[in-house]
Nanobody, 115 residues
Framework: QVHVVESGGGLVQPGGSLRLSCFAS????????MGWYRQAPGKQRELVAD???????TYADSVKGRFTISRDNAKNSVYLQMNVLKPEDTAVYYC?????????WGKGTLVTVSS
């Protein structure tokens, strides 16, 4: 069982920045595929970005150039730096951890981009 906890959401104005953090338990965190997903009201959950155990990253087209995913294996943590935020980035952001083919999810953190 892997426990996943997100933090860092909040209200930010358009054009602003926010950094999300995610902690995942386990002694083999460095082997996990870690990802950030989001779900806006009335929409399906979508992949925002993920990062492999060797640091290879993938981004949704809608966030390329604005968001950066990173990980710190010593802290069992993954981060999502979000810059130039837009109202359409408003969503609940979820962190996921994949290990041995199993996906573990956090409860999510709300990001609201509004003036």
């Amino acid at each position: 069982q892997v426990h996943v906890v997100e933090s860092g959401g909040g209200l930010v104005q358009p054009g602003g920045s926010l950094r999300l953090s995610c902690f995942a338990s386990g002694s083999i965190f460095s082997t996990y595929l870690m990802g950030w997903y989001r779900q806006a009201p009335g929409k399906q959950r979508e992949l925002v970005a993920d990062i492999t155990s060797v640091g290879t990253t993938t981004y949704a087209d809608s966030v390329k150039g604005r968001f950066t995913i990173s990980r710190d294996n010593a802290k069992n943590s993954v981060y999502l730096q979000m810059n130039v935020l837009k109202p359409e980035d408003t969503a609940v952001y979820y962190c996921s951890s994949r290990v041995y083919g199993m996906d573990y999810w956090g409860k999510g953190t709300l990001v609201t981009v509004s003036s």
